[in-house]
């Protein structure tokens, strides 16, 4: 395993990447092509169920987030701001509503180091804090970024801390560490493998995003992998108590039911976080790209990205509807439940959030902030 780059020892260059004058000129034309009357995406999307949450929510989600404003401490004062991170730390209580207090808290730490993985990704194009530390700086350097992520992978792939991570931000490998031994111990080799090489492929698609000028397809295909879906999915079994076999993960229609759930996740975060993404100068979302590359109005764009959601979940009802007519085990029919709770709480959590929401929002269900908590 190859030694991480750290900013003393390799001298790593510091330079942080500009947005392209493109990027910005997209947005701005996105901007311009919004209706002045908010578009209601309910009149599109049927959520699929009701709003579920945790009853162990409290207590895990005021752990976890003590434990973030800790661990994110070196990464400058406007990452440690507790409303921040609660943008993101609640999201697990609203998709793994039935996981015990000792499950939960796992999943929420891994959940929410997807969210600080996704934040640097938006962060590199954005101007430096005041008081950025070294560690952040140089993971602005989109190859220092990537590399560091790989570690974190190859930590999940193999339960090993690489050597040479003495200068880069250890904390987040050795939380990497600490869950993969957790993960372990509520699972088997098994699911270990299984879910190592679905965070791997995470990483490596999220290397790739901003840097392809993708078809539809092609765009849907490659945000079912960068999403971190995947990974989001294998946590249910943790989440249940329960690991599926491989010939249970190998049946056709459970296999096209998984994906359904990775695409309906994705692209309806593709919705709700489009003021969001508008506002931190990225062009990698579906509603821009079909404005961008196929002159859809914004309204016709939103329709689409909609319409392909809702027919992922027809295609996941009707073959779950199949599967138990031909008389399926407990343990699936608890497993398709499951799925059912990740895909509407994924909805019901984009609303519960100011991650997502915005006073000017094009959205009628996203548009002014929640009061903060205190």
Request: proline fraction near 5%; charge should be negative; aromatic fraction near 10%.
């Amino acid at each position: 395993m190859q030694e991480v780059l750290s900013p003393t020892k390799h001298g790593v260059s510091m330079k942080r990447e500009e947005p392209s004058n493109n990027q910005v000129q997209e947005n701005k034309k996105a901007r311009t092509k919004e209706p002045s009357k908010k578009i209601r995406i309910l009149d599109y999307f049927t959520p699929g169920g009701e709003k579920t949450t945790n009853p162990n929510a409290k207590e895990s989600e005021e752990w976890t987030q003590k434990q973030f404003e800790e661990m994110l401490h070196g990464f400058g004062a406007n990452w440690v701001d507790p409303e921040g991170i609660r943008g993101f730390n609640t999201m697990s209580s609203y998709i793994y509503p039935t996981a015990t207090l000792e499950r939960l808290k796992p999943i929420c730490t891994y959940i929410n180091l997807l969210f600080v993985h996704d934040d640097v990704c938006d962060r590199i194009a954005l101007p430096p804090a005041p008081d950025e530390h070294p560690d952040l700086a140089l993971l602005r350097n989109t190859e220092n970024f990537k590399k560091m992520h790989k570690v974190n992978a190859y930590i999940f792939t193999t339960g090993e801390m690489p050597s040479g991570v003495r200068d880069s931000p250890v904390y987040l490998h050795q939380e990497y560490h600490n869950l993969y031994h957790q993960f372990l111990k509520l699972s088997n080799k098994e699911w270990m493998d299984r879910f190592g090489k679905d965070m791997m492929d995470f990483v490596i698609a999220t290397s790739k995003s901003q840097e392809t000028d993708f078809e539809v397809e092609d765009y849907i295909n490659h945000r079912e992998l960068d999403s971190g879906m995947y990974p989001t999915i294998d946590l249910v079994e943790i989440a249940e108590g329960y690991v599926l076999t491989k010939e249970e993960l190998e049946n056709p229609l459970i296999k096209r039911m998984r994906k359904c759930v990775t695409r309906i996740a994705s692209l309806l975060n593709d919705v709700c976080s489009y003021e969001k993404e508008v506002r931190d100068g990225t062009s990698y979302n579906l509603v821009m790209l079909y404005m961008r590359k196929y002159k859809e109005t914004f309204e016709e764009a939103v329709e689409k990205v909609l319409t392909k959601i809702m027919d992922e979940q027809r295609i996941f009802f009707s073959n779950e509807a199949t599967l138990l007519s031909e008389g399926v085990s407990e343990k699936l029919q608890r497993y398709f439940n499951a799925l059912q709770l990740v895909i509407a709480g994924s909805w019901h959590w984009q609303l519960s959030t100011n991650r997502y929401r915005h006073p000017d929002s094009v959205f009628e269900e996203l548009c002014g902030l929640h009061p903060k908590k205190m």
